[in-house]
């Protein structure tokens, strides 16, 4: 018993001790070689897990957000949209804005690192060879009845109408956001892209036009939103 009572203090002392030692306010990284300041960061597979892996998922696929690991993504996106986006987000959506100029945590050499880590790891330039991809943005102009009827003929056998015309839905995802799923599809989750929605005897790839209707008569049951490019 008489070595607990000489203990006791003993112990008080090591835990003023250590708290005294570890004099640094928690959540704050101690500074030494093993953790890189978080702007020193150049590392393709670490920056992308750290800033975009919640979204995006943890391999580019898999995410809430569309898949970057998708070679028909990339080579429609190519890296300067791929760059632009990392860097500005989109704006009323949740991709926020990663470059430290808009207010993000990103230098222009780890945006840098980030585009060109998805082209390399993610991209396959030679499966799409010799085929033109429609254009990444809509360079014309959206007939959204024409569109409600494309609607019906690629997608409407995996979606019904109502659940991508959700109000809700669709006031978080930019016109943009939903070309590109369009173009690229979600190959992981068994979307296709968009050469082959339609299948059976007519098969064939959606045209240009069609891509753009559809976008328009989507964008056409968005609620009005302010934030919304
Ligand atoms: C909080 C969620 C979130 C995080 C974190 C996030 N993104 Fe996004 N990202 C989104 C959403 C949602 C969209 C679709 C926006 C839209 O509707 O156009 C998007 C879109 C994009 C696009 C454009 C897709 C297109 O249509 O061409 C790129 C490129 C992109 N993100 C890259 C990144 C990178 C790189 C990171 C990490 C540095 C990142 N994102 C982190 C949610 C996120
Ligand atoms: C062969 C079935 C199939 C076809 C055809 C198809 N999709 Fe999809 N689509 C999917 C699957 C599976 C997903 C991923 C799961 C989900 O989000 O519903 C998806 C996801 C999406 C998303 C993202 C939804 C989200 O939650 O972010 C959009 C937008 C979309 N599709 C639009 C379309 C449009 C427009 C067409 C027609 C041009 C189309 N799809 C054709 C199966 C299909």
């Known amino acids: 018993m008489s070595s607990h009572s000489t203990l006791r203090p003993l112990f008080a002392c090591a835990l003023v001790l250590v708290f005294t030692a570890c004099g640094t ?33 943890a391999e580019g696929k898999l995410g809430a957000a569309i ?6 993504y990339v080579a429609a996106a190519g890296v300067a949209n791929i760059q632009r986006v990392t860097a500005g987000g989109v704006p009323g959506t949740m991709m926020p804005p990663f470059a430290t100029a808009a207010g993000g945590m990103l230098t222009p050499q780890q945006i840098d690192i980030l585009a060109q880590g998805i082209v390399t790891a993610w991209g396959n330039a030679g499966e799409l060879q010799g085929q033109t991809l429609p254009s990444y943005t809509n360079t014309a102009t959206g007939d959204p009845a024409q569109g409600q009827k494309s609607f019906a003929t690629f997608c409407s056998r995996c979606h019904r109408a109502d659940s991508l015309t959700d109000p809700a839905y669709l006031s978080l995802i930019s016109n943009q956001g939903l070309r590109s799923i369009i173009i690229a599809g979600e190959p992981q989750q068994g979307m296709p892209d968009w ?22 008569w989507l ?11």
């Open 25 to 57: 306010a928690p959540g704050v990284p101690k500074p030494g070689p093993e953790v890189p300041r978080p702007d020193q960061v150049l590392v393709f597979a670490t920056l992308y897990s750290q800033n975009c892996a919640a979204c995006h998922g």
């Open 195 to 216: 050469r082959s929605c339609l299948t059976g005897a007519g098969a064939r790839a959606m045209t240009e036009q069609e891509i753009t209707d559809i976008v328009a």
């Open 67 to 72: 898949s970057l690991a998708n070679p028909v």
């Open 219 to 229: 964008a056409s049951k968005r609620p009005p939103n302010p934030r919304q490019p």
